[in-house]
């Protein structure tokens, strides 16, 4: 199929002369690969983000689907005196949307569908599963994934990113389409189905990552690396268009569209994508000449084997090592964010989020924002020389890692004070922007000619800190009606985790080229090891 769909385009795309080329030549090949993997990083996080969404309209769900939180009581006191703290005007008035929230959803909720085992599609209705299945269809996006940057990185070394990603993409928008009917079959189906894509969703990164160190001039690599936060351009993105959908439609539209969207994107990704500036047929010789040569020492042009690929070099490295400790850091806190907070905030706090959405995207705004400014600096500060690239990552790691566990700590201590928590959220997550320049790089810097490979092995034990938020947020506060407190202490965990990862990498890091970065012949490999 891949073959076809090459041949098919040859004439408009394939050779330097074609139309397309000429009508791109303007605008530089590199910037145009950014463009792609920024793209296929968004879809990732659209499929990522469509069960969580629309388990909301699939599933029954409880009529007053609110809790009263510790800040209803709180915020008739505070209204007396509301006019010191301008921010109370906001977070009266999403409070005070609660019941008529409540009401709204009793009086529009729809009835399950009979169990009498027939296939309605397009009816709107929802499925009549216990809260558990919910609970288990948004999880296993997870356990798809962490085995999936595994395969990604070996993947990428096998085939080249752009046909891991390829494949791993149809798979994903296939399985998007069709999965309201795998819903109608039974639950424990769709489940299945979602694990898969959390597979493909795995490989995207880490085959990403490849295409970073095959494209990028060493001083614009932090720039490159920037694209990769087009996941959380879609997690802003994606929550209102599905949402959206869902609401004006209904929930089966909310699969049908973005696949189909993805389908399209995907024609792009095949004609406009190539492995290296070597394979490219419309890049100019001046550019290609510029990022060969300036590559030139670090970069191979030919695709390593499994059998060439350093393994146990890569497990045994201190600064590998290190860098595991702080990407699991920067994921800890992610995932923190994302499978906690709307919990904390509604469960904890008692504030309906419904006209609160936009102020709740805000967070993952800012860390795209910040983070094109901490990669155009990472850059600067490179080409200029004014510090190592061992500092440069190390001392990022403040920025990533120790500034916004501080911030996440005084989440915990604003009470009821929406704005402000929200603030803090921001800068939380706008500083952790950095994480472009820190642990999002740092594969790059020990080892560019298997980046690509190394980050999958980072991003696979890293992936676990998604499976271990949801059970510990359970168990410390969740048993204990969400109390405030009980949430402190979830923050600290948080910001514990993530500043000890922080000071792990600033003992172990590195940012140097490794030894085994070099490819050298199976045969030669195995007659070192021998000689050990």
């Known amino acids: 199929m891949f073959r076809s769909v090459q041949e098919s385009t040859a004439g408009l795309f394939g050779s330097p002369d074609s139309v397309v080329w000429r009508s791109l ?48 009581d709180e915020s008739r006191a505070r209204r007396a005196i509301s006019w010191l703290d301008p921010g109370a005007y906001l977070e009266d008035y999403i409070l005070s ?21 027939s ?28 085995p999936g940057n595994f395969l990604g990185g070996l993947m990428a070394l096998r085939w080249g990113p752009k046909k891991a990603i390829l494949w791993t993409s149809i798979v994903a928008a296939a399985v998007s389409l069709i999965s309201p009917i795998l819903a109608n079959l039974h639950w424990a189906v769709l489940l299945v189905s979602r694990i898969i894509i959390g597979v493909t969703g795995g490989v995207t990164f880490p085959a990403c990552h490849t295409l970073v160190a095959k494209w990028s001039p060493p001083d614009e690599r932090a720039r490159f690396v920037w694209s990769l936060l087009g996941g959380t ?55 290609k000449n510029y990022i060969i040569q300036a590559q030139a020492g670090t970069i191979r042009t030919e695709k390593p084997s499994l059998a060439e690929t350093p ?12 860098l595991i400790f702080c990407h699991f850091g920067n994921m800890f806190l992610l995932f923190f964010y994302q499978n906690s907070m709307m919990i904390y905030l509604t469960n904890a706090l008692g504030f309906h989020l419904a ?82 320049i820190s642990n999002l790089s740092n594969n790059q810097d020990l080892s560019p000619n298997f980046a690509g490979f190394l980050y999958g092995i980072i991003n696979t034990i890293a992936g676990t ?68």
Not at 28 to 36: A, K, L, N
Not at 47 to 70: D, E, H, S, Y
Not at 98 to 117: F, H, M, N, V
């Open 311 to 322: 393994i146990k070099e890569i497990l045994t490295s201190i600064p590998v090592i290190s």
């Open 233 to 287: 351009f879609g997690t802003v993105f994606t929550y209102p268009m599905v949402a959206g959908i869902a609401q004006t439609i209904n929930w089966e539209s909310g699969w049908y569209i973005p696949a189909l969207l993805m389908v399209i994107w995907i024609l792009f990704w095949a004609v406009l994508t190539y492995d290296s500036p070597a394979e490219h047929p419309g890049i100019s010789d001046e550019e």
């Open 465 to 532: 800190s998604g499976m271990i938020i949801s059970p510990m947020v359970e168990e410390i506060a969740g048993k204990y009606g969400n109390t405030i407190d009980r949430w402190q202490t979830l923050f600290w965990i948080g910001a514990g985790v993530c500043i000890f990862c922080m000071v792990v990498f600033l003992f172990g890091g590195s940012g140097n080229i490794q030894s085994w970065n070099e490819i050298r012949p199976a045969d030669e490999r195995r007659r070192r090891e021998g000689r050990e």
């Open 25 to 72: 030549k303007w605008i530089p090949t590199r910037v145009i690969i950014c463009v792609m993997m920024f793209t296929a990083c968004w879809t990732n996080y659209m499929c990522r983000l469509q069960m969580p969404i629309l388990a909301v309209p699939m599933i029954k769900a409880l009529p007053g689907n609110f809790t009263g939180g510790a800040c209803q």
């Open 119 to 146: 296939m309605r599609l397009f009816s709107g209705e929802p499925f009549d599963w216990v809260p558990s299945i919910r609970g288990q269809l948004i999880a296993a996006y997870s356990y798809g994934n962490v």
């Open 97 to 117: 949307e609660r019941l008529e929230a409540a009401q709204d959803s009793e009086a529009k909720i729809r009835l399950p569908r009979a169990a009498d085992g």
């Open 355 to 436: 006209k609160g959405g936009l102020a709740a995207g805000l967070p993952w705004a800012g860390r795209m924002i910040f983070g094109f400014f901490f990669s155009w600096a990472g850059d600067t500060i490179k080409k200029k020389e004014l510090v190592s690239v061992t500092v440069l990552r190390k001392g990022a790691t403040v920025f990533s890692h120790f500034i916004p566990g501080i911030f996440l700590i005084l989440v915990g201590y604003v009470g009821c004070r929406f704005v402000l928590a929200n603030v803090f959220l921001v800068l939380a997550l706008g500083f952790n922007g950095a994480a472009s």
